[in-house]
């Protein structure tokens, strides 16, 4: 039998450790078959040689038999140890033999040594050889028997049972050796699979690959070649080529195109094929190498996809065992390419993934530390290595990490967490973690965090939050988080420790004409400085909010004392009041203040807002730029204004709507100048109504533009009718007030020219009350309205001056007023309040500069009427001199005989002559109408 040589395998250092060394030189079962027949055919010869020795031949005949016998036995034990028997060992036997046949002189001796010889050299030799060695003691046999007893029958009969020996002989070597091969292919296949096993890279894996290929190939064909390619997507690449002589690294790279079509339609298939005659310009393109006449094709490939190909180019066909053999290494090795591919991946994973893995022991040493430390926490993995996690992690939240490794005996196998660490410039980052239990696990032995950096979410989710709860332009807390404050303190109310606090509601007063007048942008920076200015004077505890638009809202804990809910609320009231500089200029802004302390009745922070808020509209009715407190009363009803709002449409479609009308009387001479066209609400409901209830409703809804116009249009036309039943009489001026949004509309000049001329009212007798607000409302549009009025004769003059965002800069701009009407608060005060007497004194003095005459509103005590006789003002209008009245009771006014002068001079009325009174009916109209 042939023995196959050791391969000198080029390897890594433990890769290959016993792979080089599988090539043996017997098996086991056929080593014993072997000497068993040895030990036979000695111990045959050797008893043969006494019985020849007593045998009747002729003492050379005894002699020359002995000597073949003992021949023979020498020559055995000489061919076993060899492991072959040569040509002239088979000639020797012959003689040995005829030698021993001619000396024994019997047949059957001379069959049992020629049995036992030719079974030995069956386990020994080819069948060939057999063959040879059957015939040449089939002749010796022949030649032996004519020797001794001549040719008879026995020949006939011995010949065919000695082919037939052989031939069973030769096929129970054949079995043999099939055998021992399959040992030889499993022992190879069991130390492949601990090299691969054992093998931790790639190279590792390939050497084995093509080493076990080649030990395989070469107990078939001495000369046999192998090459190994590896690749994916189609493209492999040679990595390997091995023969008896070594191995060779020639890369090449190819597509599965290059290769011959029936070796792509092998690797398609994944079965192993051989191929006799194959494209060698192909193959050598993709190897490197001619191939030889047989070509083995084999895939290296999973259940998914092609991991390689290993070639095998042999002179003879191979045997289908070694194909087989050398499949399941293929098998083997793409098994071990996956292992180290997905080892691959998952060290790639680890190393370029942002989340951070550590095992850590119970009490937080870290064993392991993935490189995405750096990043996340500016440490080096080895110097964290043996050191303490839980040292880096914040003194506040170090408890809730113990508790989630496990030091404390947590039961959960698996639990997150998040918590803040310390990183390596002192900075902190929040942290995310997934923590497994893994200390019953061999292979870990620790817990497992998967960690990742959620700092910049953190920080998000805190913005947002901060934005959900706080206003975005005032930093304020919102109406949201405002009502959950309100509601934890309502809740602590019921301690018995607790006491009362205020809510104060705060609305700017005119904040619309801001936006609309200087722009959305001036009034941010209005609503900004409004909260500096809140938070300035408020208390310490005191949670100062937006709740919306311009109003904001102030809860004051503990302050349970109207008298101090007032002095909190003047502290706001005068912070507001002060100028503030915005667009450029300096406008003074007003608000209105609605109070509200909490009670047993305030169920809920709605309830309590809702009141407060009440307050602050009753404040808004009663003239602005005032506080009011809340008392609980039928008015307070806030479905009323709901109702009022919805009802207003309706109502200036059915003209609701009337006027009545005030005169002005001339403080010099008592002369009615002019009367003023005030609005009332005839409501089928709720009665007549005052113009403090709907106005306000009518700016904020938008109708006071068509409400304006229906106003405009009535008192020209009740102008124009007084005009012709006394066409004689001097012209009765009539003033109507001006919304500062009807007055900046578009097409408001165009609707008075219209107006004008439809009623037939002379546009000298029109004059047109602008709140002096109204002067910054877009003020190049205000100019350019005034501009055009004054070209079509209409009178302008400034209502409630004093009280708005004009200056004097304004009133000069105003050149084209005709009057400036103080406004009631500054009248009320005199002449007891001397601030109010010397503003009164300074705007009268300032009107008669210019050259404008001064009226005073809300005139209602002859004391306030000899003041202002002293100022020299020129016009008075208030209940004193008659309250308003409706047209028909005015037209039986003017129409009296006293007409056009006042049946008592001013002077009287301020000496105190009958008809003094701010709240009673003139009867001097009455007794002038009655020629008294």
Known sequence: MKVTPRLPIRRPAHALPRLRDLSFRSGPLLGRVRWMFLVFALSNDLVACPIIAFSHATPAARGCAAFGLLWLAGWSVRCSKRGHFPWAGDVVTGLSLVAVAWGAGSVGETLGVFYVNTFLRALYGSPPRVGFATAMEAAAYAVSLQVTTGINGELVFQVPGLVFTAAILCFTRIVLDRHEEALRHEHILRETGTVLVAATTLDGILDAAISAAVVLADNFEHDARTHLAIGADERLTTVRRGTHEGKACESRQFDL???????????????PRVIAGIDSHAFSGCFGMEPLAFTTVIAVANDVQLLGALVLSTQRRPPQDLVAAIAVACGQVALALQRNTAKAWFDLAVRNTSDLFMILERDTT?????????PILGYEPEWLIGRRFDELVHRDDRQRFHDCCGAHGAADKRVTAEYRVVHQDGGERVLDSTFSDLTDDPLVGGVLLNTRDVSERKGLENRLREQALHDPLTGLPNRRLFMDRLEVLLAQRDSAAARSSTLIFIDLDRFKLINDSLGHAAGDEVLAETARRLLAVARRGDTVARFGGDEFVVLCPELDREQDARGASDRFARALAQPMEVAGRSIAVSASLGLALTSG??????ALVRDADAAMYRAKQRGRARTEI???????????RMELVQDLPRAIAAREIVLHYQPAIDLHDGRVRAVEALARWQHPKLGLLAPDRFIPLAEESGLIVPLGRLILRDACLQAHAWHRQAPTAPLLRMCVNISPSHLCHETFVTEVSEIAAATGIDSETLILEVTESALVADEARCMTALADLRRLGIRVSIDDYGTGYASLSYVKRFSMATALK???????????????????????????SLGIRSVAEGVETAEQLRSLLALQCDVGQGYLFARPL????????ICSGSWPYWPVHPSRLAAGAPGDGPAREPNHVFAARSGT
């Not at 870290?366 to 750096?374: E, N």
């Not at 047209?887 to 006014?893: E, I, L, N, R, Y």
């Open 630 to 640: 809340f008392v609980q009363g039928p008015q307070e009803d806030r479905s009323e």
């Open 822 to 848: 103080l406004d009631r608060s500054f009248i009320r005060g005199i002449p007891d309040d001397s601030t109010d007497l010397a503003i009164v004194s300074a705007i009268i003095a300032m009107a008669r």
């Open 886 to 893: 409706p047209a028909d009771d005015f037209t039986q006014f």
């Open 257 to 271: 195109t290059d290769l011959p079509p029936v070796m792509q339609e092998a690797l398609a298939q994944r079965r």
């Open 366 to 374: 870290m064993r392991y530390v993935s490189p995405a430390v750096r």
């Open 601 to 606: 009745a305030h169920t809920s922070a709605d």
